[in-house]
């Protein structure tokens, strides 16, 4: 039981320290007994002490949740993920989890990918002129000079003057960044975890940074589309939930008429980018929102909708956090036992996958952690969804925010970095649809297929569903067709 308690909290991207696990393991339902003193803090710890278990046990002596765990969901969840190979060679795979996870969740994982995002996105900032001759961030702050530095934020807060503080740390160093309140920068957004360069100068003391000058790695703004030869468009149909009785039946029939008649000889790829069926023991009292209740059945429920799909499309599908694969990222794709069930017309990936489709580089995410970015940074919302996937390729990362929503996986290599820039950028998750354009870089929200939910309506939250965002992979044009 131990080892399988350890794994279900390290897929959730929560790490005990040994006296920890001791504390917890004797509790009726260990892993909801440590979601509920995670539920109970402000901001989640790297590892959970045993310090944080006997403050949360002082104050909740029983105050254990009861949350059901599908054994079934479980299993599938632990089983091995082979993706299937493309039927046309015009794909290429160029990133994905999917056989390469070697994460056993120690704390040297995590620092082993955390040190590896530090690297790659150093290496970005390097390339710019303003941080030539950049110094490690502990000997920036003892030079009585302007001075250049990388660095991670470990933490940041706002002084009672209306200054900001800046935490900076790197693999040999850490120092202390100062954000004057007149500075152009004071109501810059910072979210601990990213990697930033500063310019800046030492006070007198020599304590800390006074920045002159925040650099993120950001798009170049000479990145561009360029035009290619091709003649083939790509479509984009996410969150599709098979299983949900929210699921949209007529738009999608109306949708699948458009593919075989007038998109027929316009589409030749259809990527779908996770949360392909609503799951099983997602959320609390989800079954009473099923229209199918066993998780195998809609997988078989989707591939018979999918095999409406023209043959001459070749179809690409990704997981989410809905489907039957590792809550935390990056997922690899569906196990053998899931991916049986599809023919040869579905390419399964994991997720995030960077892919090229005719040349063009396309970087497909479900986007989890989009919740992170719009609790964390002030001005994001769940209306619009691509500024908030421009906050991503600004930083170069898909999700730097560790201990919030997003489960993330402490792999050898930190999958979640953008270090290649993508001509297409895709999320989906939030049930909103869009088409945008980041410095050269297009950003779509790919909707969803399920009406608005009861969860949505107690937030008030009016979902985008039934849009199918279209990109023409020479031309790089975008459009919407809409089925609502």
């Not at 939910?453 to 044009?477: C, E, R, W, Y």
């Amino acid at each position: 039981m131990r080892d399988r308690v350890l794994d279900e909290l390290l897929n959730e991207g929560i790490l005990l320290d040994p006296e920890a696990a001791e504390l917890v393991l004797v509790q009726a339902d260990p892993a909801a007994y440590v979601r509920s003193i995670l539920a109970s803090m402000t901001q989640h710890p790297l590892v959970l002490t045993a310090d944080h278990v006997r403050a949360y046990s002082s104050i909740h002596p029983s105050a254990i949740p009861k949350v059901q765990v599908n054994p079934v969901l479980e299993e599938l969840r632990k089983s091995p993920s082979v993706m299937a190979r493309p039927k046309s060679s015009d794909i290429e795979i160029i990133h994905d989890i999917t056989g390469n996870s070697t994460c056993e969740g120690t704390v040297n994982d995590f620092a082993r990918c955390f040190n590896d995002r530090f690297k790659k996105i150093k290496k970005i900032l390097s390339r710019r002129h303003e941080l030539a001759g950049s110094l490690p961030v502990a000997k920036a702050v003892k030079y009585d000079r302007e001075v250049r530095t990388i660095g991670m934020v470990s933490d940041w807060h706002n002084t009672k003057n209306g200054h900001k503080i800046i935490e900076l740390e790197d693999d040999e160093g850490k120092c202390t960044v100062l954000i004057h309140k007149d500075s152009e920068y004071i109501n810059e957004s910072i979210v601990n975890d990213e990697v930033i360069g500063i310019v800046g100068k030492s006070t007198s003391k020599g304590d800390l940074l006074v920045l002159k000058e925040l650099i993120r790695p950001d798009i170049p703004i000479t990145n561009v589309m360029e035009q290619s030869d091709s003649t083939s468009s790509v479509a984009f149909m996410s969150d599709v939930h098979v299983g949900s009785n929210t699921f949209l039946h007529t738009e999608w029939n109306n949708m699948m008429h458009w593919l075989k008649t007038e998109g027929k000889d316009e589409i030749q790829y259809l990527v779908l980018p996770g949360d392909v069926v609503d799951g099983i023991g997602v959320f609390p009292g989800q079954e009473e929102e099923l229209e199918i209740e066993d998780v195998f059945e809609q997988y078989r429920t989707l591939e018979e909708l999918l095999k409406e799909v023209p043959d001459s499309i070749q179809i690409l599908i990704q997981p989410g956090n809905h489907d039957a694969v590792r809550p935390a990222e990056p997922q690899p794709t569906f196990p053998k036992i899931i991916s049986e069930i599809f023919d040869s017309s579905c390419m399964l990936i994991g997720n995030p996958c960077t892919m090229k489709l005719e040349g063009r580089r396309i970087l497909t995410y479900h986007g989890r952690s989009l919740d992170d970015w719009i609790s964390s940074v002030q001005g994001l919302t769940y209306e619009n969804p691509l500024e908030t996937m421009n906050e991503m390729l600004k930083r170069r990362h898909m999700a730097p925010l560790y201990g919030g929503k997003t489960p993330l996986a402490p792999e050898k290599e930190d999958h979640l970095v953008i270090d290649e820039i993508p001509d297409i950028f895709v999320t989906g998750h939030i049930h909103g649809a869009g088409i945008g354009m980041y410095k050269g870089v297009t950003t779509i929200c790919a909707s969803t297929w399920q009406s608005q939910t009861s969860f949505q309506k107690m937030h008030n939250f009016s979902p985008d569903p039934a849009i199918l965002p279209v990109v023409h992979l020479g031309t790089g044009k975008a459009k919407i067709v809409d089925f609502s």
